[in-house]
Nanobody
Framework: QVQFVESGGGLGQPGGSLRLTCAAPRMIFSTFAPLDLGWYRQVPGKQRELVASIYSDLRTNYTDSLKGRLTISRNNSRKTLWLQMNSLKPEDTGVYYC????????WGQGTQVTVSS
């Protein structure tokens, strides 16, 4: 059963911005709020990697290569997670997923981000 539904990807211009959204429609607030969550990226031929995380206490963490260009945020009452991506680069291209940081379980379909001029 899919836990998370990602959206907001698309074709972005180098230097531009995209905002990804992750919804958890089947969760209730009391399940979503305590979760430590993350955005992951997968590119062909490579393992899925964690690029940004946000904990239940709202602490955030980013992979070094993307730090300064990403902002992760959440709204527990809306059971939603976002990833703001700025100053896009072609190497940001990939499929982005959201999930728990631990015991990920099933994965959603992800949202494709393509950065190209």
């Amino acid at each position: 059963q899919v836990q998370f539904v990602e959206s907001g990807g698309g074709l972005g211009q180098p230097g531009g911005s995209l905002r990804l959204t992750c919804a958890a429609p089947r969760m209730i607030f009391s399940t979503f709020a305590p979760l430590d969550l993350g955005w992951y990226r997968q590119v062909p031929g490579k393992q899925r990697e964690l690029v940004a995380s946000i904990y239940s206490d709202l602490r955030t963490n980013y992979t070094d290569s993307l730090k300064g260009r990403l902002t992760i945020s959440r709204n527990n009452s809306r059971k939603t997670l976002w990833l703001q991506m700025n100053s896009l680069k072609p190497e940001d291209t990939g499929v982005y997923y959201c999930n728990r940081l631990r015991d990920t379980g099933s994965w959603g379909q992800g949202t494709q981000v393509t950065v190209s001029s």
